[in-house]
């Protein structure tokens, strides 16, 4: 309604008649009382003419004073098309009797537009008879505008909650109250009839994958949801053909119908679940020959071990490598070669107690683990294995004679852990290799190498102790364009009476004996230093440091780097640690508070030589992590190896989706460096970038601040 509409409708009028004679005082005080009234209030009689108004009605609405609008009818305020549509409205109320009420829009006299809502009835007369029409204008645009605000977000909600691909319900008095499209989608069910009403629990299996009962756990982390006001984890739904589907669920409080109730997001982790196993499958099993490989050896044979020092009972090993199979391989070629290796796991499978724990270790090697075998049905069964060797093996048109040599020990009589037992087996299997004996039984006197490994410690000891073991620094390089993103500190020992040793031959020894601790703090330490003297020379790279499990698991883990930091007044973001996935996952929980804590100060973490681990990696998601680290032994034979080239695919995959980098370790050839290009690794480290150096060789490269990556033609 416009100015013109408003000041001429016969909604409004002035106010102000002569009051009775008897009645001026009363009529005077009713007159202050409605001009008292903000709102605007007019009067009318029985022939619809004003016969008062307030101030407000007169001068807000009309512009003019109250005498001015009484005795007035609509015609001589509103335009005769107008006057007649009131008219009839004010005579359909006087007829009716009641109460009218109505909004519309109207403009002021100071040229404001405000939406009103009128308020009329009918008022008797001393016969009671209808008298007339008494009206309220009730201003309520800021209730409007507070409603279509509302209005827009509930459609910009409802949008966002039709169209996103994630499911999206309201969990309200724990059942559902309203669902998605995606919703239906993910269930497979036609309609939301099917959902609405229903209770989490209503559409999950009886039990969670953990054993707890679905509708106990689902109360459970409802509750949790409440206190927090926000919950994330993950649920086991049922689709509508009873086909489980595992999915992360996130709970967020919100207010619904008046009372607060949980928006619930589905994500379905199926295919990050079948991912996950892919790299699991790829990582602990043997994909030739379908066996356990040398990771799943070592974690389920600690865990055989255990169990049979509980029960008291010997656990036979045995070592085995085949005879004459490398001359078959170099001259027969690698599809001779691994048919064979399949043909001999299958034997192996026949003969060997079902009991029994069988793996390849690599190559032509395999280990057997045999609990409750003592020396005699130890050698009971390297006999039968002997014995499945002596029929030739085919392949097609080809034949072959192959034999086999095997290593006995057993525990704990020849060792008091797995990686001693097999040590001790290999030892045992290379005797009987040169002595063409079939089998051997470890006996100590093979072991002399013994007090190498005593004399090597108590040099390495000396060596930590005098600071002699030196940093090389390797550098970590952008996959696209050669540019250094960081340095990888690696320790180097030079002993004077036999030169280099190599890092694979101390470093474990380091670890066995616990020397690790002062080996990892001798490190940490140098290559703060080094960091610093970089900086103070215009040259900033971050210089990753790698942590072992033993360290990792110090108490006084975090306040040792933060020390180290500290004393070279270097920020935190100047160091990446790096830890390997069997390490993080140790003790995962007391792991992720320690790399969260070195997060918080700056500190970056990365997963080193991922992919070679053997534990769950549904809980790599919950580490502080910002970078995997592909091992390089699933680099070195892509592109040609199809097996490895897929696991580096999906373990970039997974990091992209996780948002983590990528570095691929041991690149050395320009088709490896096109391999992990093309697969969008993002940095790369091996010889085909650079070798490990000296600071002081690396400082000019370091300074040109790239290094020129040949691609294969």
């Known amino acids: 309604m416009d100015a013109d509409q408003a000041r001429s409708s016969g909604e409004h009028s002035a106010g102000g008649g002569d009051c009775p004679g008897d009645g001026c005082q009363a009529g005077r005080l009713l007159q202050r009382i409605v001009d008292a009234i903000p709102a605007p209030v007019f009067f009318k009689d029985a022939e619809c003419r004003y016969i008062g108004c307030n101030e407000a009605f007169a001068r807000g609405i009309l512009g003019r004073a109250p005498e001015e609008v009484a005795g007035k009818g609509v015609y001589d305020l509103a335009p005769p098309h107008l006057a007649a549509v009131y008219e009839e409205a004010d005579r359909a109320l006087l007829a009716s009797g009641g109460v009218q009420v109505y909004e519309t829009r109207v403009r002021f006299t100071d040229g404001s537009e405000r939406d009103i809502s009128f308020h009329k009835a009918v008022f008797p007369d001393d016969a009671g008879a209808p008298g007339g029409i008494v009206g309220v204008m009730l201003d309520i645009t800021e209730r409007r505008r507070h409603e279509r605000q509302l209005e827009e977000r509930e459609a910009m909600f409802r949008s966002v909650f039709e169209a996103s691909e994630d499911a999206i319900l309201i969990l309200d008095d724990d059942t559902f109250a309203d669902c998605n499209p995606a919703t239906l989608h993910i269930l497979r069910q036609p309609d939301r009839d099917h959902i609405l009403g229903r209770r989490p629990c209503d559409i999950s299996p009886e039990f969670q994958p953990d054993g707890q009962r679905s509708c106990d756990k689902a109360a459970e ?102 005879n004459r199979f490398k001359d078959i391989n170099d001259t027969q070629g690698h599809e001779h070669g691994d048919a064979l290796l399949q043909q001999v796991a299958g034997r192996l499978r026949e003969v060997l107690p079902e009991r029994c724990l069988l793996a390849r270790l690599g190559g032509d090697e395999f280990a057997v683990l045999i609990p409750g075998a003592d020396e005699a049905i130890l050698e009971t069964e390297a006999r039968r294995v002997l014995e499945c060797f002596e029929r030739p093996f085919r392949h097609g048109s080809f034949s072959a004679e192959l034999g086999a040599s095997i290593g006995l020990v057993h525990y704990p009589e020849h060792g008091a852990s797995l990686p001693e037992l097999l040590k001790n087996a290999d030892i045992a299997m290379y005797e009987a290799k040169l002595g063409g004996l079939g089998y051997c039984v470890f006996r100590r006197a093979q072991a002399n190498h013994v007090q190498e490994r005593v004399a090597l410690e108590r040099a390495l000891r000396e060596a930590i102790a005098a600071q002699d073991i030196e940093l090389h620094y390797q550098p970590r390089v952008d996959v696209r364009d050669g540019r250094i993103t960081g340095l990888e500190a690696l320790a180097r020992w030079y002993r004077p009476d036999r030169g280099w040793v190599s890092p694979a031959e101390f470093v474990p020894l380091a670890e066995q004996t616990g020397l690790v601790h002062a080996l990892d703090r001798l490190v940490l330490n140098t290559a703060c230093v080094q960091a610093r003297d970089w900086r103070s020379r215009g040259l900033n790279p971050r210089v990753g440091v790698n942590i072992s499990a033993l360290t990792l698991q110090q108490d006084d883990f975090v306040a040792t780097v933060l020390a180290a930091l500290a004393a070279c007044g270097l920020p935190g973001d100047a160091l990446e640690v790096e830890v390997t996935e069997s390490a993080a996952m140790h003790d995962a929980e007391a792991n992720t508070v320690k790399l969260t804590e070195l997060k918080g100060h700056g500190v970056r973490v990365a997963i080193d030589d991922f992919g070679t681990g053997y534990s769950s990696l549904s809980y790599l998601k919950r580490l502080p992590v910002d970078c995997l680290k592909v091992d390089q032994s699933f680099v070195r034979d892509i592109p040609g190896d199809p097996m490895d080239l897929g696991l580096v695919e999906t373990i970039i995959a997974l990091a992209a989706s996780m948002g983590l980098t990528t570095v691929a370790e041991g690149v050395e050839t320009p088709e490896q460096l096109d391999a992990v290009r093309r697969l969008g690794c993002g940095d790369l480290q091996g010889f085909l970038a650079a070798a490990p150096a000296s600071a002081d060789d690396l400082e000019a490269v370091l300074r040109r601040g790239y290094i020129e990556l040949h691609r294969s033609r």
Do not use: K
């Open 221 to 322: 982390m409802v509750r949790i949801a409440y206190e927090r006001h926000f919950h994330r984890f993950e649920w086991t739904h049922l689709r509508a053909d009873g086909e489980p589907f595992p999915c992360e669920v996130t709970l967020t409080t919100m207010a619904f119908r008046g009372r607060s109730a949980l928006y619930v997001v589905w994500n379905d982790i199926t295919e990050r679940r079948q991912r996950e196993r892919r790299i699991e499958e790829l990582a602990h099993y043997d994909p030739l020959t379908g066996l356990p490989n040398r990771r799943l050896l070592h974690a389920r044979g600690s865990a055989l071990l255990a169990r049979a020092d509980d029960r008291g009972e010997p656990v036979g090993v045995m070592y085995m490598d085949l």
